[in-house]
């Protein structure tokens, strides 16, 4: 691979880090949101959205993950 595509690589592997990262933010945000509801309204329909948005954003962050990391090895 030459040094052109190699930087564009790494430049697009920085982005998806920087992204993830925004995810991890904003999950978090929602978990703690989650967190300091009453445990009624964590049961309630409410609560169980917020739970399943934390658990699919989650699910993005891994699979940045493996973005990253399929990126890593080409370099």
Excluded: T
């Amino acid at each position: 691979m030459n040094d052109k595509r190699r930087k564009a690589l790494s430049n697009l592997k920085g982005q998806i880090e920087d992204l993830k990262g925004e995810l991890e933010s904003i999950k978090d945000e929602e978990q703690e949101s989650f967190d300091n509801l009453p445990e009624g309204l964590q049961q309630a329909e409410n609560g169980q959205n917020m739970e399943d948005c934390v658990s699919h954003i989650d699910e993005a962050v891994g699979g940045l993950d493996d973005a990253v990391s399929a990126l890593e090895s080409i370099s």
